[in-house]
């Protein structure tokens, strides 16, 4: 098949157009380059899909780019692209997510439904629950994100749903619960603790550190696009978590056993709109698209720690 990978120079966006190159499909990547972060971290991530044939990469923004043509012969699109970082989204800095991630995807959608598609993926978030009513949380609960970024990636699913209803277009947003693995962005907890150990700095706690998260490790998200690309199921959500919701404090103590050293540890205020808690209930990715997450946390952080040992930023 011929794939749109979009947001395809970040960290999930690289992973999925590798396996998906890697299966032998046609992908056409898109990606913008905004600067969250470095753009040389993303030029690394697409080092080896701009060595195979069967990628074409168009450095566009979506917002400029003429989607009809774009989407002509393509049959599944993976819509990653976003403007990420739940403390960032406060602000001036919101007109950013409104353009990034809600008036994007409308103008991804408005393209497909004059499309011949097989599949639209959204990639949601499980920000959207904000401070959910109860653990593990289901897909049925209702959403109340307690930040900015929240907001725009309901927003976004809101609009994909509505594409769905009225015109048929073909999606299923997957909620994903903190993902982390090699590529993971500098801003996120895990690199940013890796890096501090690694550099005998202080890792910087917001809160106390007994807040949870479930934890998904790249691999399992890739596969569970895979499935989702040739599942049934359209007009939906389903939650994708890795069964490894555990606190901050007992994350780093994970971290200190694979980097056989102390963290030098510093609390500081909890930020805003950093929710107490993440879990998923993945029952229903489990059923529908025969999810099962591979990776407990002591191997996904070893495979972290590895890579960022090894890198040059």
Wanted: glycine share 8%; aromatic share 10%.
């Amino acid at each position: 098949m011929t794939v749109l990978v979009t947001g395809v120079a970040g960290f999930i966006g690289s992973h999925l157009a590798e396996r998906l190159v890697g299966a032998g499909h046609k992908v056409v990547g898109v990606d913008c380059f905004t600067g969250y972060y470095p753009r040389a971290i993303k030029e690394s991530n697409l080092a080896a899909l701009r060595e195979i044939d069967s990628f074409v990469f168009r450095e566009e923004d979506l917002l400029c780019m003429e989607l009809t043509g774009l989407l002509r012969n393509v049959d599944v699109v993976f819509h990653e692209a976003a403007q990420a970082g739940v403390r960032a989204s406060w602000g001036s800095d919101f007109k950013v997510y409104i353009e990034n991630n809600v008036r994007a995807t409308q103008c991804l959608l408005e393209a497909a439904k004059d499309a011949s598609l097989k599949k639209f993926l959204y990639a949601s978030s499980s920000s959207i629950y904000g401070d959910a009513e109860s653990y593990p949380t289901s897909e049925g609960m209702t959403p109340m994100p307690i930040s900015p970024y929240g907001v725009t990636k309901l927003a976004a699913e809101h609009l994909c749903y509505l594409y769905h209803k009225n015109y048929g277009v073909p999606v299923l947003s997957l909620r994903y619960f903190t993902v982390y693995g090699p590529r993971q962005r500098p801003d996120m907890a895990f690199n940013k603790f890796i890096r501090a150990i690694l550099r005998d700095e202080e890792i910087v706690i917001y809160g106390d550190g007994e807040q949870t998260r479930d934890f998904t490790y790249i691999d399992d998200i890739i596969d569970a696009n895979i499935s989702a690309m040739d599942a049934h199921l359209v007009g939906d959500v389903v939650n994708i978590g890795g069964g490894s919701r555990i606190t901050v404090n007992e994350a780093i103590r994970v971290i200190e056993n694979v980097a056989g050293k102390k963290a030098r540890t510093k609390y500081v205020e909890k930020q805003k709109g950093d929710v107490r808690h993440t879990g998923a209930d993945i029952s229903r990715a489990e059923k529908m698209l025969g999810y099962r997450p591979a990776y407990n946390l002591e191997k996904g952080i070893a495979n972290e720690f590895a890579w960022l040992r090894d890198m040059k930023f």
